[in-house]
T-cell receptor
C-alpha cells in the first residue's frame, strides 16, 4: 500500500504566485521523519526541508516552508513568490525509524511548471 | 562535499541480458539505497544496505539482486533484464546530522 500520497501529478503556476503542494502519509510508528525533495534536470535530488514530528529542522529556508498537521498526517510544502527556476519535480518522503529496517518511502511526485 | 556517483548514466540493454548498475559514495555513510523511478509511481525502494557484505530487500526486490562489497560501493544487478525494468534508477546514501539522504544523478536504463 502506498505510504506517501501526493495527489497532484502535475501543476502549473505563474511567476510570483504562491504554491502549496500537498502530501499525506500513513504510519503507525512514533518515530519518523518527513522530507521534501526537488528533483533537478541533472538528476540530482535536492533536499528542501526535513521535518521531525516534534520540531522543525529546515535544510533550506528562504522561500520554502511547510505546513505540518501531525494529527492529520499531512505535510504541505509552500513555495512563496514562484520563479521559473522552481520548475521541476517535487517529492515528499516518509522515513519510519525502526531499528535497522528502515528506508525512506517516496510519493509519486508533483511536476511543477512556473510560467514567466 | 558529500558525493554519490552512479554508472552508467544511461544504458540500453537487450531482454534477457545481464545489467549491473554501480554506485559509489565518498561520504563514509553506512546506509545505501537503490530506488527506481517510473511515471506515476514515484521512487520505489528495491534494495538497501546498512553495512558492507549485507543487503536487505526493499518493497520491489523481484528481478533484482544487490551487492555491497565495501562501504563505498553498492551495485544493483539485473540477471535477466526484462522490458518492465525500463526505468530511471537512483542510488542514495545516508549519514550526517539528521540522516540526510544524498542521491546520485540517476541511471537511465532502457530494455529492448
Amino acid at each position: 500500500a502506498q505510504k506517501v500520497i501526493q495527489v497532484w501529478s502535475t501543476t502549473s503556476r505563474q511567476e510570483g504566485e504562491k504554491l502549496t503542494l500537498d502530501c499525506s502519509y500513513k504510519t503507525s510508528q512514533v518515530l519518523y521523519h518527513l522530507f521534501w525533495y526537488k528533483h533537478l534536470l541533472s538528476g540530482e535530488m535536492v533536499l528542501l526541508i526535513r521535518q521531525m514530528p516534534s520540531t522543525i529542522a529546515i535544510e533550506r529556508s528562504g522561500r520554502y516552508s511547510v505546513v505540518f498537521q501531525k494529527s492529520r498526517k499531512s505535510i504541505s510544502l509552500v513555495i512563496s513568490t514562484l520563479q521559473p527556476d522552481d520548475s521541476g519535480k517535487y517529492f515528499c518522503a516518509l522515513w519510519e525509524l525502526r531499528n535497522n529496517n528502515n528506508a525512506p518511502r517516496f510519493g509519486a511526485g508533483t511536476k511543477l511548471t512556473v510560467k514567466p | 562535499e558529500a558525493a554519490v556517483t552512479q554508472s552508467p548514466r544511461s544504458k540500453v540493454a537487450v531482454t534477457g541480458g545481464k545489467v549491473t548498475l554501480s554506485c559509489h559514495q565518498t561520504n563514509n555513510h553506512d546506509y545505501m539505497y537503490w530506488y527506481r523511478q517510473d511515471t506515476g509511481h514515484g521512487l520505489r525502494l528495491i534494495h538497501y544496505s546498512y553495512v558492507a557484505d549485507s543487503t536487505e530487500k526493499g518493497d520491489i526486490p523481484d528481478g533484482y539482486k544487490a551487492s555491497r562489497p565495501s562501504q563505498e560501493n553498492f551495485s544493483l544487478i539485473l540477471e535477466l533484464a526484462s522490458l518492465s525494468q525500463t526505468a530511471v534508477y537512483f542510488c542514495a546514501s545516508r549519514g550526517g546530522s539528521g540522516n540526510t539522504l544524498y542521491f546520485g544523478e540517476g541511471s537511465r536504463l532502457i530494455v529492448v
